[in-house]
Antibody
Framework: QVQLQESGPGLVKPSQTLSLTCIVS??????????WSWIRQSAGQGLEWIGR???????KYNPSLKSRVTISVDTSKNQLSLTLSSVTAADTAVYYC????????????WGQGTLVTVSS | DIQLTQSPSSLSASVGDRVTINCRAS??????LNWYQQRPGEAPKLLIY???TLQTGVPSRFSGRGSGTDFTLTISSLQPEDFATYYC??????????FGQGTRLDI
């Protein structure tokens, strides 16, 4: 079955750019049947959807993060990426990559998550 | 944005109990409502989608109901592994999907 594994630096300085990758195994990220999303979870904000990549090449972002977020896919590596610029302490969270079902927009499976702390 | 309000925020119960968790949407969302379980230290896991459809592999003691603005997740007979936090999520607005604040289920 499909599995997702996030990776990236656990500590990012304020005002810098957070960059994470997610390796998809057990299935092709190019499959047109699904979208690929990032979700984060912090103590203060709960679960927050960051954005999604569609295999058509289009993206959709949470309006509250849109100006700072980029989600992309490298089909040759079967990999999803997230960049979030100008980070602050409010961006400290566990970041998950997830597969999203179009239409009903449910999320399954989830990666194990990676904790990113923003601190100097 | 569509807001989801879960109640209660926390709940204490015993093995074998029947429990119900509520999720109310700030506007009608048809049946575009999904439920997740999150155990400590783990990622959320999809339990139910489209309000009432059990995800493959999820025990039949879990069930979901509702449409429009009011939804419920029921666990018919609590098992030790069910003590976790439960979240609802609306997929009606694909431009901004949102989650409830969670319901913590304790022993």
């Amino acid at each position: 079955q499909v599995q997702l594994q996030e990776s990236g630096p656990g500590l990012v300085k304020p005002s810098q750019t957070l960059s994470l990758t997610c390796i998809v195994s057990g299935g092709s990220i190019s499959s047109g049947s699904y979208y690929w999303s990032w979700i984060r979870q912090s103590a203060g904000q709960g679960l927050e959807w960051i954005g999604r990549f569609k295999t058509s090449g289009s993206t959709k972002y949470n309006p509250s993060l849109k100006s700072r977020v980029t989600i992309s896919v490298d089909t040759s590596k079967n990999q999803l990426s997230l960049t979030l610029s100008s980070v602050t302490a409010a961006d400290t969270a566990v970041y998950y990559c997830v597969r999203e079902r179009p239409g009903s927009n449910w999320f399954d499976p989830w990666g194990q998550g990676t904790l990113v702390t923003v601190s100097s | 944005d569509i807001q989801l309000t879960q109640s209660p925020s926390s709940l204490s119960a015993s093995v074998g109990d029947r429990v119900t968790i509520n999720c109310r949407a700030s506007q009608g969302i048809s049946n575009y409502l999904n439920w997740y379980q999150q155990r400590p230290g783990e990622a959320p896991k999809l339990l139910i989608y489209s309000a009432s459809t059990l995800q493959t592999g999820v025990p039949s003691r879990f069930s979901g109901r509702g449409s429009g603005t009011d939804f419920t997740l029921t666990i018919s007979s609590l098992q030790p592994e069910d003590f976790a936090t439960y979240y609802c999520q609306q997929g009606f607005s694909s431009t901004l999907t949102t989650f409830g604040q969670g319901t913590r289920l304790d022993i």
